[in-house]
């Protein structure tokens, strides 16, 4: 059975830090392609951060400076470190594999987290 879970959301202050963690089990996450997305309120899913099996790393320019992505392959575990949060960053975070970088980026990716809430308060 395939599940990606996430966890660390919550309420934080503008200008405060979160971490976010993604589980990942049923599939080989090590050799795919895992990105965090982020929906806010009348807004469309977007990437927010992908990261490869290479380490390799993309991000929105929205948060770039801001926000790390990680990942430990021997955990099949993602990681995103948002720092100076602000409350444009307030959404729901998803996160999602798919063995293709590019597909993964603009959202069709093959598997998905629930995701998390977190809300940024000024």
């Known amino acids: 059975q395939v599940w990606l879970v996430e966890s660390g959301g919550g309420s934080v202050q503008a200008g405060g830090s979160l971490r976010l963690s993604c589980a990942a089990s049923?599939?080989?996450?090590?050799?795919?392609?895992t990105a965090w997305f982020r929906q806010t309120p009348g807004k469309e899913r977007e990437a927010i951060g992908i990261?490869?099996?290479?380490?390799?790393?993309r991000y929105a320019d929205s948060v770039k400076g801001r926000f790390t992505i990680s990942r430990d392959n021997a955990k099949n575990t993602l990681y995103l470190e948002m720092a100076s949060l602000k409350v444009d960053d307030t959404g729901m975070y998803y996160c999602a594999a798919d063995p293709y970088r590019d597909r993964l980026w603009t959202g069709s990716a093959r598997y998905w987290g629930q995701g998390t809430q977190v809300t940024v308060s000024s």
């Open positions: 049923g599939f080989p996450a090590s050799t795919f392609y």
């Open positions: 990261i490869g099996s290479g380490k390799t790393t």
